[in-house]
């Protein structure tokens, strides 16, 4: 069945949301750590493409955060609602 906006308060849908965020971040960093124990280069591309990655993600989720900021919560609760459907974290 479908998730609805209404199952969770958008301060739930807010946290999930960061959660959902910090999760991401933590399977990207470990992911690069896993690269690096199967001896990749510290120096090569592709861990310099992957930090490089990190480094976008977190600073995209700081700024929706600072977006956030501008919102009521129900609308930012939506929004993040709307966001984890559309990236197929929620069904």
């Given amino acids: 069945m ?4 209404s199952w969770y308060t958008p301060e739930e849908w807010i946290d999930m949301w960061i959660s959902d965020k910090k999760c991401m971040t ?3 960093i470990q992911n690069m750590a ?3 124990g199967a001896g990749y280069d510290i120096g090569g591309d592709c861990i310099k493409r992957q930090r490089a990655e990190i480094e976008a993600y977190e600073a ?3 700024k ?3 977006d956030f900021a ?3 919560e129900k609308t930012a609760g939506r929004w993040c609602f709307y966001d984890m459907k559309k990236r197929g974290v929620i069904e």
Avoid: G, R, V
Wanted: a negative charge; zero cysteines; proline letters at 0%.
């Fill in 2 to 5: 479908a998730s609805k906006f």
């Fill in 26 to 28: 933590a399977t990207m």
């Fill in 34 to 36: 896993d690269d690096l």
């Fill in 60 to 62: 995209d989720w700081q």
């Fill in 64 to 66: 929706k955060m600072m």
């Fill in 70 to 72: 501008a919102m009521d």
